[in-house]
């Protein structure tokens, strides 16, 4: 560890409540995709598809497709499990588990026909977000004890049928972010040690409102869909945080209170969090009147998560940037579905995503690594009414900040994480 309390203080708290970093959280990096419950139990291999009003989140330009105006909402349930390994020399073999927790991004959509060329929609979702909560044990509290992070993104969008097979669309992102934190601060660390804890510190924020666009195109014909979704980057700006402290009653180190006291005190801080423009494309095909797949490949500009700059009201001593340094990444997804009658079908899928990020960075902020995901799901519908309900395991595997015996981590906080995650979901839609 660094010897450094303006390091620690810094780098380990702040990024952890600014940038939503957890364990938990379902894409590579820190991205959701399940907003509706057929894309999900498909895997999100949906861009060249239309079959529901979640294709104004999906893919704005299937809207033109649809048979009718429909609303079509739902929530995804994601229950993470984790553990931490610490390397030696610092730790010994304890392992060190997360607390059970669960987190609920919502998918709601409406979509709306003006005629046979055009259509509108909107959708609420939350693309980047979850959390985490180590238990009061956790030797890596002073990065990270308890996160929280939400983005709601406020799509309204229009379409337009080109010809009878092609359609275009745009859209508008309305984003706001909001965060909270909780962490240990520990004073006194040096090379080998933790430190003394001295107390605890509470970040709230949420961000200014921020603005970006999507544009996309679908073609239907026959037996054969293709399918294209660009989302662009967003920037949000977190303005005038709160950043509470809180020193322990019980101090037994001389001088700890007096010298913790002194810079440790309550302020304001700004800083910016910038989430990757991301594209899917992909083709879906009818095999028989029964079966039809879709491979999809997704690409995002993670490499925009490069370093965050963090300011603080009471003057520079606390002012930082820290490096991330993240990687573009990308996923394929497939997913197929088996009609078993006029109103009942059967889906499943698979996603392998890379994850973004280097080495260096993995933390307990977001121990990410490869991700192998399995999803299955079923739906019933009828003249009026739809309903989709799924299941996802999530693989997320096993990742080590040593390497060839050395450790990466930049804090000095090196071992080894184990992560999963599984998630239910249902969603329910109205024509009209």
Request: hydrophobic share 40%; charged share 15%.
């Amino acid at each position: 560890m660094k010897n450094n309390l303006k390091r620690l203080f810094v780098g380990s708290m702040l990024i952890a409540g600014l940038l939503l970093q957890n364990n938990t959280v379902r894409a590579g990096g820190f991205n959701l995709y399940e907003f509706g419950g057929r894309a999900s139990a498909l895997a999100g291999a949906i861009v060249a598809q239309s079959a529901d009003a979640s294709t104004v989140f999906y893919n704005p330009a299937g809207m033109v497709f649809l048979k009718s105006n429909q609303f079509y909402g739902g929530v995804t349930l994601i229950f993470p499990k984790g553990n931490f390994i610490g390397a030696a020399p610092i730790f010994n073999d304890t392992v060190y588990y997360n607390k059970d927790s669960f987190f609920n991004p919502i998918g709601i959509h409406y979509a709306h026909k003006l005629g046979e060329n055009f259509a509108a929609g909107i959708s609420v979702t939350n693309p980047f977000g979850l959390g985490i909560d180590h238990e009061d044990n956790f030797p890596g509290n002073a990065i990270s004890k308890k996160s929280l992070i939400t983005s709601f993104y406020i799509s309204p969008v229009v379409a337009y049928k080109v010809t009878p097979n092609f359609s275009i669309g745009i859209g508008a992102d309305f984003v706001l972010s909001s965060i909270n934190l909780i962490r240990n601060v520990n004073i006194f660390d040096s090379e080998g040690s933790m430190g003394y804890e001295v107390g605890d510190v509470e970040l709230d924020g949420t961000s200014d409102l921020a603005y970006g666009f999507s544009l996309s195109m679908q073609y239907q014909k026959d037996k054969l869909g293709l399918g294209f979704m660009y989302r662009h980057t967003i920037t949000n700006n977190f303005n005038g945080g709160n950043a509470n402290f809180t020193l322990f009653n019980d101090l037994s180190v001389p001088q700890a209170a007096a010298i913790a006291g002194a810079v440790l005190q309550d302020q304001k801080v700004n800083t910016s969090l910038d989430y990757p423009a991301f594209f899917s494309v992909g083709a879906n095909y009818q095999f028989t009147e029964k079966i039809n797949i879709e491979a999809d490949y997704m690409w995002f500009k993670w490499s925009v998560f490069d370093e965050l700059t963090l300011d603080f009201e009471n003057g520079d001593a606390l002012d930082q940037t820290i490096p991330f340094n993240y990687n573009d990444a990308w996923q394929i997804r497939i997913g197929s579905e088996y009609s078993l009658n006029e109103k009942w079908d059967l889906r499943a899928g698979y996603i392998y995503d890379k994850t973004p990020q280097p080495i260096e960075s993995v933390s307990p902020l977001l121990p990410d690594d490869d991700r192998y995901d399995i999803a299955v799901g079923f739906g019933y519908h009828n003249d009026r009414f739809i309903f989709d309900a799924g299941y996802m395991f999530v693989n997320i595997g096993e990742r080590s900040t040593v390497e060839n015996g050395v450790g990466k981590n930049h804090y000095g906080f090196d071992g080894t994480y184990v992560s999963v995650a599984n998630l239910f979901w249902a969603s329910f839609g109205v024509n009209f």
